[in-house]
């Protein structure tokens, strides 16, 4: 048989695993359902969600991770107000606008990218309380949230104690936390805490669960753990094109992904895969790494001959950051060949 075709330019290149399409299969076998979110695998992907956090959350599904963030942070803020985040967020580079479309002109706050956190991605709390004093008056958007992305975009994870300082920065100033978890659960593997510890345990108030990049088919879960704060949501998303009639093709495979913790198995192999593509990385002349990955993905600098080389070869990949920076993501199937395949190749052309 064929080794599957796989790549390293985003985790959403890869298919959906076994146990979301087998649920997927279940939820279309049994004939005509209630729609909107009225059946009965979106009540009981809900509880599992409830079980999974410890806590009586209140969970809604998107078709994708920009309207998760976008709308999430809509729910928190109004127009005047503003959100703070990291300069590499993908709610500040990636999402075409839509946190400040969907809330009407809420406008982001980019941290400065200076310290040694934030060239790993991260926000810290000096960066919200410099953002937060700087203006007080009329003329500026009132911040009101602070939105960090766990795991980064740049593949680090913010420990328990770094969310919660950031939780503390953000309560001095009546700031709510917003966490976008596109890759929450390679986080939670990498930090082995429980998804509350990081959460609303550490001051989390909303966060965006991501499915598919860990194997959903399409989906992602917002989380409200704040009940106050998630009042009308159900409206947003619907007027957003974000609900889906047929729901249940949403929260079923949610339902296979929960049962028997396959989320975290899943990112568990993600990221391990992530450590032995980095370890061969490092074994390289040439190729420079640029930290260790905590999660799975995986960062490196190289000549422009050799990103050349490696295209030639038909390796996809993104090279995003600027000065020669690719991206190398590893998924819940990366499969040991595919990684040493890519660091033979790399032997060959970066020689
Ligand atoms: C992939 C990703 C998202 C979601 O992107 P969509 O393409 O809209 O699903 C959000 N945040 C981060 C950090 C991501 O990597």
Redesign the pocket.
């Known amino acids: 048989m064929d080794t599957p075709h796989q790549q390293f330019a985003?985790?959403?290149y890869a298919g959906t695993c076994p146990e979301a399409l087998e649920w997927f299969l279940k939820a279309n076998g049994s004939g005509h359902e209630p729609a909107y979110g009225d059946d009965r695998w979106t009540e009981r992907s809900s509880n599992m969600f409830r079980e999974l956090f410890g806590i009586d959350c209140d969970v809604y599904y998107v078709?994708?991770?920009?309207?998760?963030?976008s709308l999430a942070l809509a729910s928190l803020c109004q127009s005047y107000h503003s959100v703070i985040c990291s300069p590499v967020?993908?709610?500040e580079t990636?999402?075409c606008g839509?946190p400040e479309f969907f809330s009407n002109g809420s406008k982001l706050l980019v941290a400065e990218g200076h310290s040694e956190a934030a060239q790993r991605g991260k926000l810290t709390p000096q960066a919200v309380e410099t953002l937060v004093t700087k203006r007080n008056d009329i003329h500026y958007p009132r911040p009101k949230v602070v939105s960090i992305?766990q795991?980064?975009?740049l593949g680090t994870v913010y420990s328990v104690d770094e969310v919660r300082a950031l939780s503390w920065a953000a309560q001095k100033h009546q700031l709510k936390l917003h966490m976008?978890?596109?890759?929450f659960a390679n986080a939670v593997a990498h930090l082995e805490c429980t998804p509350a510890d990081i959460t609303w345990k550490a001051g989390v108030d909303v966060l965006?669960f991501?499915g598919?990049?860990n194997g959903l088919p399409v989906g992602?879960a917002v989380i409200f753990f704040d009940k106050a704060l998630s009042q009308d949501f159900a409206w947003r998303v619907k007027q957003a094109g974000q609900l889906a009639s047929k729901m249940r093709f949403i929260s079923a495979p949610w339902v296979g992904m929960l049962e028997n913790d396959v989320w975290l198995r899943n990112a568990r192999h993600a990221n391990q895969m992530a450590q032995r593509l980095y370890s061969g990385m490092r074994a390289i002349p040439g190729v420079q790494v640029r930290h260790a990955p905590q999660a799975n993905g995986v960062f490196a600098q190289l000549s422009a001959l050799t990103i050349a080389a490696l295209r030639d070869r038909g390796w996809k990949f993104y090279e995003f950051i600027a000065g020669g920076g690719c991206r190398f993501m590893c998924a819940w199937d990366t499969s040991e060949a595919t990684v040493d395949a890519l660091l033979s190749d790399l032997r060959k052309v970066s020689a």
């Open positions: 985003s985790d959403n078709f994708n991770g920009t309207a998760a963030n967020a993908h709610v990636d999402e839509g992305t795991a980064t975009e976008d978890g596109a890759r965006c991501g598919t990049k992602e």
